[in-house]
């Protein structure tokens, strides 16, 4: 009798640690939404026709990432990649509870048969992933800093591997240097310059067929003639 009272009560106390820590995780998870929420109200800064928020810090595969916890942070397609990657394509994340690396090919963008994948700039635990995209996978093309981001990622030494990424003056000449950039390479892949008054269009991949968007993005998202790393 003695041993059951003791492994019962053993058991409540397992069943309330588990509804706590399920408690606080959930705490944790609208505090960081919150908090992302609350950033993406201010009106983001264009850079050569492309939206770049500030609180933001990107890596050269056009992905983002957006701190909202000493250990937690969002991760996203920038306004160039968002564009490049099309309304009709489908992005799968990682799974919930993989691991990304920094750098290191982490989601994957399918296209008419065709795919390319995105580099993650952090390396970490994948603690969320955005169950809209499975439901509707244009909301990346629709909202790209806020209802489209991809996954949510915990890691410990989350401020050092921001130093890794390109934020402020420096992100701002990346994304000059890549419009740039993408009016070459698009005019060597196509012949063609795909821009309406200088600005950029916003579903760039509806003008391309399948094999010139692999190529491109490809290019631009992993980064074939640069180094991976941020």
């Known amino acids: 009798m003695v041993v059951f009272l003791v492994v019962a009560i053993y058991l409540a106390f397992v069943v309330i640690d588990a509804l706590m820590e399920r408690r606080q995780r959930k705490l944790r998870e609208l505090e960081t939404e919150a908090r992302h929420a609350e950033l993406l109200e201010k009106e983001p800064h264009l850079v050569a026709g492309y939206k770049l928020p500030e609180d933001f810090h990107y890596h050269r595969g056009h992905t983002w ?6 250990e937690e942070a969002y ?15 489908s992005v799968i994340p990682p799974n919930r509870g993989s691991w990304v690396h920094q750098g290191m090919h982490a989601a994957k963008v399918k296209r008419d048969g065709h795919a390319v994948d995105l580099l993650s700039p952090v390396s970490g635990e994948v603690v969320g992933v955005n169950p809209d995209l499975r439901r509707d996978p244009s909301v990346i093309n ?42 070459r390479e698009l005019m ?26 692999e190529h491109l993005a490809e290019e631009f998202f992993e980064l074939k003639n640069e180094s991976k790393n941020a």
């Not at 990432?65 to 000493?70: A, D, K, Y």
């Not at 991760?75 to 394509?89: S, T, W, Y």
């Not at 890794?164 to 993408?182: I, V």
């Not at 060597?188 to 968007?213: E, H, K, R």
């Open 188 to 213: 060597a892949t196509t012949g063609n310059i795909i821009q309406d008054g200088g600005t950029p269009v916003d579903d760039v991949a509806s003008q391309l067929d399948p094999a010139q968007w």
């Open 65 to 70: 990432l957006h701190w909202v916890s000493p």
């Open 142 to 183: 629709q909202d790209a800093y806020g209802r489209g981001w991809l996954y949510k990622v915990k890691a410990a030494d989350l401020h050092q591997q921001i130093a890794n990424l390109l934020s402020g003056s420096l992100a701002q000449r990346w994304m000059e240097d890549t419009r740039d950039r993408f009016q």
């Open 75 to 89: 991760v996203g397609v920038d306004d160039f990649g968002r564009r490049l990657i099309g309304a009709d394509a």
